[in-house]
């Protein structure tokens, strides 16, 4: 049977970036104390959760249900981006709950923290690098590389190069979410399709 290849880790990764401006691979990413291999460690998550911020097929929940906890409280998830109750009447806000020091969810027509029932929201999460597509994993990391090679060697020539690079990349990735996309909107507009037919 073929061996098939595995999807880019978040080392080879950073091995990359170091590559790209002449350092050579390191076998860890714990306890390195090399300055450069720090510098590409953050140049690398930063632009992943620029990246992600921008919301995407694999790492969006729409209608993802948020319930108040004994207090009533509904404390904004672990790893969410962004939370934006999807209720249409609802002037629900961010803001840092001072009776539990977490952000949370926020009625300022109410004035209150406390929420009686769950409110759904459109959910944007901030995903390992091993967690998402390799499409995604691969645009990440020339971005990353082309942002890691300006603050550390600073050269125009690798500039344009990666820039280059990067927008293919990024073509890539887009082309990709839009199929996803079609395919989802195909889906629901089935569903929906048949959801009226069962009613007649």
């Known amino acids: 049977m073929q061996t098939l290849l595995a999807p880019t880790t978040e080392l080879e990764a950073v091995n990359r970036l170091l590559g790209s401006i002449g350092q050579g691979p390191v076998n860890t990413l714990e ?6 291999v720090t510098s ?39 790893g969410a981006l962004e939370v934006d109750p999807e ?29 009686e029932e769950p409110v759904d929201a459109y959910v944007v999460w901030a995903f390992p690098f091993e967690d998402i ?39 890539q990735l887009m082309r990709i979410e839009r199929r996803v996309r079609d395919a989802n909107a195909f889906r629901s507009n089935r569903a929906g399709a048949a959801m009226l037919r069962r009613r007649f």
């Open 133 to 171: 597509p390799q499409a995604a994993r691969t645009y990440v990391t020339i971005a990353a590389g082309r942002r890691f090679q300006t603050e550390t060697v600073s050269s125009d020539v690798l500039e344009r190069f990666e820039a280059e690079q990067e927008d293919r990349a990024f073509a």
């Open 87 to 115: 209720t249409k009447t609802s002037g629900y806000v961010i803001r840092r709950n001072l009776s539990t020091g977490k952000l949370s969810l926020y009625d300022p027509d109410e004035q209150s923290f406390t929420f």
């Open 31 to 36: 306890f390195s104390g090399i300055p450069d």
């Open 40 to 78: 590409a460690i953050t140049a690398l998550r930063e632009t992943l959760k620029d990246v992600e911020a921008r919301g995407w097929s694999w790492n969006t929940d729409r209608n993802y249900t948020l319930r108040p906890d004994a207090q009533g409280y509904i404390t904004i998830p672990t």
